[in-house]
């Protein structure tokens, strides 16, 4: 504020200086509620065929396992952002998994910032962390729902219908659920926030249990009571 009006010529009149100084205010509070919101944070950058296929040189992939608020984790990254995230329990083989997802990838196990970064997303300490890339392969259909998951607010959930309304699918409700069941980045992309129509749960890649402790847990933080299972979700 104070460079703002160092900044401001002297012959400027009085009533410029109070619009400027509005407009500062204005942005500085917009600047706030953006460092609070993850769905504005975080962005999509869609893998190319070549670059997951290595054409012209082999996909380097940094992995590593580290402790999220729900357990222990696998995240993996490349060069431009993080494209893997999922439980590091032996009973899923995590970095099988993650082999298999990228088959022509050359990997390395260890931690790099993106990996940092995600994890301060997870813990929601949005005011470390001012943006993140997801580098995701998919078919253009797969980004699309996903980019839409991203704009699910904490504490409410969607359908997937609503999804494939959303996306100018009406009539892919089923597909949509597919592609919600491939997302590669859990909790990230909240593919836990989506329920079926009739307000069942609806399945989940990584165990109903595992959906419905993210989905108290999240209500819980937004509206502020207390116990497990009082929340109503609101549709979004």
Not at 83 to 89: D, R, T
């Amino acid at each position: 504020m104070v460079k703002m009006k160092k900044a401001m010529n002297k012959d400027v009149t009085s009533d410029e200086k109070r619009r400027g100084s509005q407009l500062y205010y204005f942005l500085y509070i917009c600047r706030l509620k953006l460092l609070k919101m993850n769905e504005i944070k975080v962005w999509i950058e869609p893998m190319t065929l070549e670059e997951f296929a290595g054409v012209q040189k082999p996909l380097t992939i940094n992995y590593s396992i580290q402790s999220a608020p729900f357990g222990r984790v696998l995240v993996a990254s490349t060069a431009k952002g993080v494209c893997f995230l999922m439980p590091a329990a032996m009973k899923w083989s995590p970095v099988e998994t993650l082999k298999r997802h990228f088959p022509k990838a050359k990997f390395r196990c260890r931690t790099v910032a993106l990996h940092r970064k995600a994890l301060l997303l997870l813990r929601r300490r949005y005011d470390k962390v001012s943006d993140l890339c997801l580098h995701l392969y998919g078919t253009p259909f797969q980004i699309n729902v996903w980019r839409d998951l991203l704009t699910v607010p904490v504490g409410k959930v969607t359908t997937y219908q609503n999804i494939a309304t959303r996306i100018g699918r009406p009539k892919s409700a089923r597909p949509v659920g597919q592609a919600v069941g491939a997302n590669p980045v859990m909790c990230i992309v909240p593919c836990h926030r989506v329920v079926r129509t009739n307000g069942t749960l609806g399945g989940y890649r990584w165990g109903v249990a595992r959906k419905v402790k993210f989905l108290n847990e999240e209500a819980l933080k937004s509206v502020k009571t207390k116990g497990l299972h009082n929340w109503e979700p609101t549709l979004f």
